[in-house]
Structure formats: structure tokens, C-alpha cells
């Protein structure tokens, strides 16, 4: 009965949290102390898109503070056309390239540049139900986010955004202010290059995952 009952309390709480727009509303109606919740709420992926931009974790946690700083001054003038998230990674972002801007010992990295083209490995992966593809999902997310950190920042910016923050290609678009196309054509090189790293990984376990799933669906 204590599990249900926990269970029950767990639920609720989730069905009560509230969303990004209902908590900016108290922060206009004068409950300030609330916007601690939105920051906490965003403040990690915030970081990491920061840390992919200025690679430097000190540099990227004073800029994420500014971020914040004027998110809340702009609060009041948000037209919530976008998302709080997409409003606050374009704000992020344009800090970040501003600070890059005033390094003395760093050129900043054009965003703008078209990709080439590669295949797919999805055809590879075994089927979703195996146990093998479980466990291996998990440590290939892992890796995910360990090569994203580690390809050129003109595409980590952008897979970040796309793979670990769940924007679309034309939120995408808005926060970096480029077009539509050239995101596009990030993506699919950086989604060719996380690829590459991730065969490299576990390309062996992939394919001798997927036989196994094969030679088990021809003996039923």
C-alpha cells in the first residue's frame, strides 16, 4: 500500500509541474523567486551549449549567468512565439559568439558553411526489442554525447542543439541565425561524422547484434 501510495504522490507531482509559460507568468505577477525554477530547469543543457561554443567551462558559466540575467529583463517582452528553451539557446548562443568575438587569442568559428553528403547506418542496428540493442542503446547515447563534444564546433553547436536538446531544424535556424538549408546541411554532416565515431566505437557489436537477432528470427 506504501508503494501505491508513493506512486500515486509521484504522478501527481508530475501532472502538477508547471510549464515554462505558467511559471514566466508568476515571475510577471511579482513572484521572482520563481524564475530559480526556470533556471534550474534549463540551466544544464544552457551549459552545455555554452561549453561547446567557448570550450571553457569558466568562461561558459559566466556567460549562462548573462544569458539568464537578460532572459528575466527580457521577460516581460517575450511574445512566446518560440519556445522559452529556443528563446533562451538563441540568447545563449549569441552571448557566446560575442564573447568569441572580443578573444584576442581566438578566431571565431563561421557556422555558415556548407556540408558533404554520406550514408546512413541506421540500416545496421538490430531490432529495437533485443535485449543485445537495449543495452547497447545505452552506451551508444553515452558515446553520443562524449563525440558531439568532440566534432568541430562549427557542427557540435548544431548537433547539440538538434540530438541532445531536442530543437527542430527551424528552431534551430533561429537561434544560430543562419538559413534553413545550411542548418540543414550541418546536421547531416555532423550526423555523418557521429556516425563514423560511433562504427568506430561499436561497429563490431552493431553488426554481430544484428546476426544474432537474424539467426534467432530464422529459427521460429
Known amino acids: 500500500m506504501k508503494s501505491n501510495r508513493q506512486s500515486t504522490t509521484i504522478m501527481a507531482a508530475a501532472d502538477a509541474?508547471?510549464?515554462?509559460?505558467?511559471l514566466a507568468q508568476r515571475v510577471l505577477a511579482g513572484a521572482e523567486y520563481v524564475y530559480a525554477e526556470l533556471i534550474d530547469r534549463h540551466k544544464h543543457n544552457a551549459m552545455t551549449l555554452a561549453l561547446r561554443l567557448l570550450q571553457n567551462n569558466e568562461d561558459a558559466e559566466e556567460a549562462v549567468q548573462d544569458a539568464f540575467v537578460r532572459v528575466f529583463r527580457g521577460l516581460e517582452?517575450?511574445?512566446w512565439k518560440s519556445s522559452f528553451a529556443t528563446w533562451l539557446y538563441r540568447i545563449v548562443y549569441n552571448v557566446c559568439t560575442t564573447r568569441l568575438m572580443r578573444r584576442s587569442d581566438v578566431k571565431p568559428v563561421s557556422l555558415d558553411k556548407e556540408s558533404d553528403a554520406a550514408q546512413s547506418l541506421a540500416g545496421k542496428l538490430p531490432s529495437e526489442d533485443s535485449p543485445q540493442t537495449q543495452l547497447l542503446a545505452s552506451e551508444v547515447m553515452m558515446s553520443v554525447q562524449d563525440e558531439i563534444a568532440r566534432l568541430p564546433k562549427i557542427y557540435s553547436v548544431v548537433a547539440t542543439l538538434f540530438f541532445l536538446q531536442e530543437q527542430s531544424y527551424d528552431e534551430i535556424a533561429s537561434i544560430v541565425n543562419l538559413p534553413l538549408?545550411?542548418?540543414?546541411?550541418?546536421l547531416f554532416r555532423a550526423r555523418t561524422l557521429l556516425q563514423e565515431a560511433l562504427t568506430r566505437r561499436h561497429g563490431e557489436r552493431l553488426i554481430a547484434s544484428s546476426t544474432t537477432d537474424t539467426a534467432k528470427e530464422k529459427s521460429k
Open 181 to 186: 538549408g545550411t542548418v540543414k546541411a550541418q
Open 77 to 79: 517582452n517575450f511574445a
Open 17 to 22: 509541474a508547471e510549464t515554462d509559460f505558467e
